[in-house]
């Protein structure tokens, strides 16, 4: 009876050791010959500088971008400048992490780590490339894990695509954000302290102008009716500050999103160093987009060719309060007549 099952255990043996042989020559991609303790993608810290794309795919939106020298273009919005901070932080993440515990292998579970194939979930597809298109590494991405006790060990769970094996890795890596959040945001930022004078022009004709001798003076709205009673010095300046951290939502080519001259709303701001930065605004799918343009003299000279270098090929969407801003009428400034 011991030696029958013997034979039994040893055959068994036999037969798993076969099995194994099968799978490791076959190269089975479902299975992970990775390690507790390793690297997610061993050979990606001594590339990084070979990196020439990184892809981001997440709820049916894919980001592609290009590295140009020490900077990076979003291919799908005509190459505009990317938020290169977020965009190096992925790379150095992903180059970071270390596998901790491999998870389940089960397509069915894959929802709970958000680890299932994109576009059917919550996961992220992240994609690093070379110049000639090869992969240097790719993962799935899903649910990060904080470390609630401060000791910097915050994970994420993640598969290799065409691999069942998830795990938990060590890291920080993050590709979650709305699009815009990928793009360099800031337009402009010029201060409410610089602004001298004002003119927003509404495509009827209606023109609101707001001007002050010095920056220590207060805004006044010309040619206002002598009886005029205004709200407040808050509400007569607030246009000023409508080039303050004016930040995008959104971004397309000048070719592709044009901006007439006509029958739109204008809007003039003059620096007391002599720059002019002209906008036109108008309404297009339920956003606000701009266009923008620069002049300068003397000292203003070299600030306004830096500005009109960066927005001369593009049209902006902006944020509603930054476009409610520039549709400030001379009523708006003013109190109601009483009884009205």
């Known amino acids: 009876m011991q030696s029958r099952s013997l034979i039994l255990l040893a055959s068994a043996t036999v037969v798993l ?26 050979a990606l810290a001594a590339k990084l500088g070979d990196i020439a794309s990184v892809t981001v795919s997440r709820e049916g939106t894919t980001m592609t971008f290009i590295r140009d020298g020490d900077s990076w273009l979003v291919a799908e919005k005509g190459n505009y400048p990317a938020n290169a901070a977020k965009v190096s932080q992925i790379v150095r993440a ?3 992490l270390t596998l901790v515990e491999p998870k389940t292998q089960n397509p069915d579970l894959y929802p709970r780590l958000e680890v299932e ?11 690093v490339k070379d110049k000639s298109g090869g992969e240097l590494a790719e993962a799935i991405v899903g649910k990060r894990r904080y470390d609630r006790l401060g000791a910097g060990n915050d994970g994420v769970y993640l598969r290799k695509p065409r691999e069942a094996q998830s795990w938990l890795a060590r890291g920080t890596l993050d590709p979650s954000g709305d699009p815009a959040s990928w793009l360099d945001r800031q ?19 209606t023109k609101l102008i707001i001007s002050r001798p010095a920056p220590e003076a207060k805004f006044a709205a010309e040619d206002a009716p002598a009886d005029a009673k205004f709200k407040s010095e808050a509400t007569t300046s607030g246009p000023s500050t409508a080039l303050e951290t004016f930040d995008l939502d959104d971004v397309k080519s000048a070719a592709e999103l044009p901006v007439p001259d006509k029958d739109v709303v204008s809007a003039s701001f003059t620096t007391f160093d002599g720059l002019t930065v002209d906008l036109r605004l108008m309404e297009r799918d339920k956003a606000d987009w701009v266009a923008i343009s620069a002049t300068g003299s003397g000292l203003a000279e070299a600030e306004a060719k830096k500005i009109e270098g960066k927005v001369s090929h593009w049209t902006y969407a902006i944020p509603a309060y930054k476009a409610n801003l520039l549709k400030t009428k001379l009523a708006d400034l003013v109190e109601p007549p009483k009884g009205s």
Request: glycine fraction near 10%; avoid cysteine; hydrophobic fraction near 45%.
């Open 94 to 96: 992903m180059a970071d």
């Open 187 to 205: 337009i402009i930022d010029i201060s409410e302290k610089k602004i001298a004078k004002v003119t927003l022009t509404q495509p009827d004709g």
């Open 117 to 127: 194939d994109p576009g059917n979930g919550k996961s992220a597809l992240v994609a």
């Open 17 to 42: 050791v076969a099995i194994a042989i099968v799978v490791l020559a076959s190269g089975d991609r479902g299975i992970s010959r990775a390690a507790p303790g390793q690297p997610a993608f061993p």
